[in-house]
């Protein structure tokens, strides 16, 4: 049989790019030619195409997970029938690469549909042949906008110039999938739901979603997201730290990227936050709704930051943990897995199911280069990319410009001769406190009724005095919990003071400061190496500073002011289905001081020395499991 060959979008260009760019959500609604097209493309890979038909969005979505059948011939049938039966690599040092030629796929499925569109428009003709080419998947960057624009979450209808030059209101591909039809595959509630939901009021057939409260949860989980997002690319420098949300952060106090995903690092969060019960939530269903390869080309991003700011460090080998479609579960994976082999049941240990040649995968050792894939993003455009130390260089002068926030200026500040350093905050101005409410010697001016959208000032009331305080101390809380105990995805959620009684307001109560995310199957009985894991733990980090700052009313984030408040205040709570916590009995929260310094040169913090209060949370339900302080550098 002939293969559906993954090769990404083709053609186009940017300015001082090596390849098109893929641009941000915010910025791509604004491009009226390239949305106009985007947006009749997904609707007709939505609904001109059937859902048998290999390059329909629903095929393509389904490769993540349900139905659990095979996509363009990679593996007839399971390799292990006791394995998770879709070819999503969650929990494996192949998750990131995994994606990247996901999202290529669908970007190719898109663009060919925007070309055969662009052809049939009768005014400005070449305008949009040439948009269409250079039309890439846009990624919506939620460290920076945790909010994404209307035309993605709220709007059922957008307006777009259709062929004809006519600007016209058509509905929003965006906003929903909708089925055609339900797939019998799918378990209760998705079986009853024709479109996907994000934060379903029901489980009920006439099921909608919640927009405000969506929002409301993005807009509460920003900080942490942006947070997070900082310290992954600052300070986690191996693979097996990054990929994936097994615990070995390597004693950095971050969060790998999926756990970025689920914030254990980042991307378990985001799915978790968007889906709210929907199937944004839920791996076995996620990849049909439409946000999700928007989240996943901003997984992509980071992938590419990452690796400019750690050059020549790429995939190691690591345990396939509960195993895919083809790869068996409890075996080592790693950047050539695999070598095209081919056994009597079918599959393969390749980044399958995407074809490269008509005889082989994309493997992992292959998708370092996103321009020979056919696309860039923005911050490297203009860049030598030969030139590794000043790509490395440029790469983070962005990533301090974009999450760094006010450290970037108390960088600056205690980088200057001791002579300039003794200015008060006046000199510095006032900066948010999402990266610099780190700092060892800071006053709070606390904003406890503050909306959603307003960050807490803190200001730096002694910067550096003869060169004596070049170090700031980081809280967080580090969360430990067997990943099927709950029964699904999950949150741990934190709070500095009292917690409501209704589960519903705890993400967006004042007092809620950050929370850590399962991305769990909810069917996972379909699984039996999942079940048979039920020792599998993940592992992530609440980071507790910007709470602390704009809640505590203290005047400093030493340990010996900041130890007590939180021995007296720091509370957290289980939520999926609420869970009681003394049901949760893998659960361990642990709070963790770390004082980072900023040595002579670096233009990222570095950490000194790690402190676990473990009397913090000893003695509670989920709280730590030792008594005595313990302590390394």
Not at 571 to 576: A, D, M, N
Not at 578 to 607: C, H, K, M, Y
Request: proline fraction near 7%; aromatic fraction near 10%; hydrophobic fraction near 35%.
């Amino acid at each position: 049989m002939s293969h559906y060959l993954v090769t990404g979008a083709t053609g186009g260009s940017t300015s001082g790019a090596t390849a098109p760019n893929r641009l941000e959500i915010n910025d791509f609604v604004k491009q009226e030619d390239q949305f106009s097209l985007y947006i009749q493309a997904l609707q007709y890979i939505y609904s001109s195409k059937s859902q048998d038909d290999i390059d329909s969005f629903f095929q393509i979505g389904g490769i993540h997970g349900l139905p659990y059948v095979p996509w363009d011939g990679a593996g007839n049938k399971p390799v292990d029938t006791d394995a998770w039966e879709g070819y999503c690599t969650h929990g494996s040092v192949l998750f990131p690469t995994f994606h990247r030629p996901y999202v290529l796929l669908i970007e190719q499925a898109i663009q060919a549909a925007a070309v055969d569109i662009a052809a049939t428009y009768i005014v400005d003709r070449a305008r949009y042949q040439d948009a269409a080419l250079n039309l890439r998947q846009p990624y919506w960057d939620w460290a920076r906008n945790p909010v994404p624009p209307p035309e993605v979450i709220s709007l059922d209808e957008v307006t777009i110039v259709n062929p004809s030059g006519e600007k016209i209101s058509v509905p929003n591909p965006l906003r929903r999938y909708t089925f055609h039809p339900i797939d019998p595959s799918f378990p209760e509630p998705y079986q009853s739901w024709s479109t996907t939901l994000r934060h379903p009021l029901s489980d009920d057939a006439n099921a909608s979603d919640n927009v405000p409260e969506l929002k409301a949860t993005l807009r509460s989980a920003g900080p942490q997201l942006k947070t997070k997002t900082y310290n992954l690319l600052t300070r986690v420098h191996t693979w097996p730290a990054f990929s994936n949300h097994t615990p070995d952060d390597g004693g950095s106090t971050s969060n790998s990227l999926e756990g970025l995903w689920s914030p254990q690092g980042i991307h378990d969060s985001v799915h978790v936050d968007v889906g709210g019960n929907g199937q944004m939530s839920d791996p076995s269903v996620a990849g049909f709704d439409p946000i999700f390869f928007m989240h996943h080309a901003q997984v992509d991003r980071l992938l590419s930051l990452w690796s400019a700011l750690n050059p020549r460090v790429w995939i190691t080998d690591g345990p396939s943990g509960d195993g895919t479609w083809t790869i068996p579960p409890d075996t080592v994976i790693g950047k050539d897995t695999g070598t095209f082999t081919l056994d009597s049941y079918g599959w393969t240990r390749n980044l399958t199911p995407f074809w490269n040649t008509q005889s082989s995968y994309w493997i992992s050792a292959n998708v370092t280069d996103t321009s020979k894939m056919g696309y860039t993003y923005p911050e490297f455009n203009n860049l030598d990319m030969g030139n590794e130390v000043a790509v490395r260089s440029a790469i983070a002068a962005q990533v301090n410009k974009l999450y760094g926030g006010p450290f970037t200026k108390f960088a600056a500040a205690i980088q200057q001769p001791s002579s300039q350093t003794t200015a008060d905050a006046s000199t510095i101005g006032n900066v948010t406190s999402d990266a610099s409410s780190h700092l060892v010697d800071s006053k709070v001016n606390p904003t406890p009724n503050r909306s959603i959208d307003d960050a807490p000032q803190v200001k730096i009331a002694s910067t550096v005095r003869n060169n004596e305080q070049k170090e700031f101390w980081e809280w967080t809380a580090r969360v430990q919990v067997k990943k099927y105990e709950i029964g699904g995805s999950f949150k741990v959620l934190f709070f500095l003071g009292s917690v409501p009684s209704d589960p519903k307001e705890w993400a967006t109560d004042p007092h809620f400061v950050g929370a850590f995310h399962g991305f769990v199957n909810s069917s996972a009985e379909r699984c039996a190496n999942c079940r048979r894991q039920q020792d599998v733990v993940l592992e992530g980090f609440v980071h507790l500073n910007e709470g602390i700052a704009n809640i505590s009313n203290l005047n400093s984030f030493d340990p010996i002011v900041v130890e007590p408040y939180l021995k007296e205040n720091f509370h957290w709570r289980v939520s999926g289905e609420v869970v009681n916590l003394d049901a949760a009995t893998s659960l361990e929260v642990v709070v963790v001081a770390t004082r980072l310094e900023l040595p002579p040169g670096e233009i990222f913090p570095v950490p000194a020395e790690t402190h676990h209060h473990h009397h913090i949370t000893h003695g509670r339900p989920g709280g730590s499991r030792h008594s005595v302080a313990s302590s390394s550098s």
